[in-house]
């Protein structure tokens, strides 16, 4: 996978990511990305360079708990692909760039930077409005959340469009769990 098509990932992961914290939708228990909460500490223990790469890792993790915990009860969930729990490939790439962006903060994208300043007042609508919109996938509705089909030919930046739009799409405190399944791997 190319760095601008991981970046492309990345940027839509933290906009969802940072719309999840507490202080907006409350879907994961983080306020790791606001200065007066855990950004400060990160930034008194990591320096003004490290600390937002550090928020970065903590909220994909939080995001990604959440969204395992949503499909542990899932018939073949080995195969259930999500926003935060993508494809190997997209996964891998995305914690490989996040360690270079570390080893190399200059090369951090100015999209990414921004979202990822604590000192930012980001609004629930401001960060919907960073995910790119197209037309919204027809979802199948279960009981483990909504799931759409991988479009035959659809790259991985597209599929992982349609699931942070759906993604942003969900209620205050309430996440409603979109995905795919890649039947590619089994």
Do not use: C
């Not at 790791?32 to 994909?60: C, H, N, V």
């Amino acid at each position: 996978m190319n760095p601008s098509d991981t970046d492309k990932i990345l940027h839509m992961q933290l906009a969802v990511a940072r719309m999840g914290e507490k202080e907006l939708m409350n879907w994961w228990n983080t306020d790791i990305a606001y200065e007066m909460g855990g950004a400060d500490f990160l930034k008194r223990l990591l320096g003004d360079t490290l600390a937002p790469l550090a928020s970065a890792e903590g909220l994909l993790k939080a995001a990604a708990l959440k969204e395992s915990q949503l499909i542990q009860d899932m018939p073949d969930q080995e195969n259930a692909r999500t926003l935060f729990l993508p494809e190997p490939e997209a996964a891998i790439a995305a914690e490989d760039r996040i360690r270079y962006f570390k080893r190399y903060p200059d090369s951090l994208p100015e999209n990414i930077a921004r979202l990822l300043d604590p000192k930012t007042e980001w609004t629930a609508e401001a960060l919907a409005a960073l995910i790119p919109s197209g037309k919204s996938p027809e979802y199948a509705g279960s009981s483990f959340g909504r799931e759409i089909e991988r479009p035959p030919g659809a790259g991985i930046i597209d599929i992982m469009a349609n699931l942070a739009a759906m993604a942003a799409g969900n209620d205050k405190s309430r996440y409603i769990l979109a995905y795919y399944r890649d039947t590619a791997h089994e």
